[in-house]
């Protein structure tokens, strides 16, 4: 294939990943998809289904972000990453002292 597919038309994700697609494409791809298009980065739920999923469709992906965004919003926590226990203090912090700033916490 030497011509880039629409980003609609990607049969997979090794597809998607072969080609440069715009800032503008994803955002409209990501609106018509009803995934969430503000934030900096994926969440980590996301990346580790990306992993663990290779070779899966792009719809297949967009299926897996609304469960994943879905889960968020009904509380379900994702556990705490070993790489990531600044997060974990964080919670514990908050959970302790409700009333807390995040200047308290850089502090102790």
Not at 42 to 51: A, D, T, V
Not at 83 to 105: C, E, I, K, M
């Amino acid at each position: 294939m030497t011509e880039r597919p629409d980003i609609d038309a990607c049969p997979d994700s090794a597809t998607f990943r072969q080609w440069y697609y715009l800032k503008e494409e994803l955002v409209a791809f990501a609106r018509a998809n009803k995934i969430k298009t503000a934030g900096g980065k994926f969440s980590i739920p996301f990346m580790e289904w990306m992993k663990a999923n290779a070779g899966k469709t792009l719809a297949d992906a967009v299926v897996a972000a609304k469960q994943i965004d879905a889960d968020k919003r009904a509380g379900r926590k994702q556990p705490d990453q070993p790489h990531n226990q600044y997060n974990a203090y964080t919670r514990a912090y908050f959970a302790h002292v409700p009333d807390g700033s995040q200047n308290q916490l850089r502090q102790l």
